[in-house]
């Protein structure tokens, strides 16, 4: 399963990028999320891949898709990258797969002893609506605010020109 979700997120990503349709290329990063979900799911990040598939897969795609339904013409294509935004683009993705490969070599990988602890409902219902240092009022904001800043973006990415 593993092989299956990484070459699932690998293709949909260069095809999410490599696309001149704008309508595919959010398909294209649905799938690319819900894979993701997925290697989530695969190592018990239950919280992470459920966080995963309703804010990013659920909410952002969504709000993409619809703000392309609404301000654009789907039969409409991208204008071709310029060569010198292609080979910048080349080497940027290979600057940064390079970084990040010397960063996992270099990391020294410990297994931990030590015993999950339990937890408590009421402890998890305080923190749902508590703004310290372990709440996540915060953070809820901080996504409401996000899902906003997506949909702006999409709308901007997706508005038909007027030349």
């Known amino acids: 399963m593993f092989f299956i ?4 997120i690998i293709i ?17 990063l649905l799938f690319v999320l ?3 979900a997925g290697l989530y799911f ?13 804010l990013y ?23 071709r990258p310029a060569l010198s935004k292609k080979v910048f683009a080349g080497i ?3 600057v940064g797969a390079t970084l990040c490969i010397m960063a996992i070599l270099q990391f020294r990988f410990t297994a931990v002893s030590t015993p999950p602890t339990g937890v408590n409902v009421n402890d ?23 899902l906003l800043a997506a949909m702006i973006g999409s709308i901007i990415i997706a508005k038909k020109r007027k030349d």
Do not use: C, H, W
């Open 92 to 94: 940027s993705a290979a």
């Open 124 to 146: 998890i219902g305080l923190a749902l609506v508590s703004t310290g240092k372990y709440g996540y009022s915060l953070p809820f904001e901080v996504i409401s605010i996000l």
């Open 42 to 54: 695969m190592l018990r990040f239950n919280f992470l891949a459920a966080i995963q598939l309703t």
């Open 57 to 79: 897969a659920g909410g952002i795609v969504v709000l993409i898709i619809f703000s392309i339904l609404l301000t654009s013409q789907l039969a409409e294509k991208l204008d």
């Open 5 to 8: 979700f990484s070459a699932v």
């Open 12 to 28: 949909f990503s260069l095809l999410t990028v490599t696309t001149r349709r704008i309508l595919r290329a959010a398909t294209y």
């Open 34 to 36: 819900v894979s993701t």
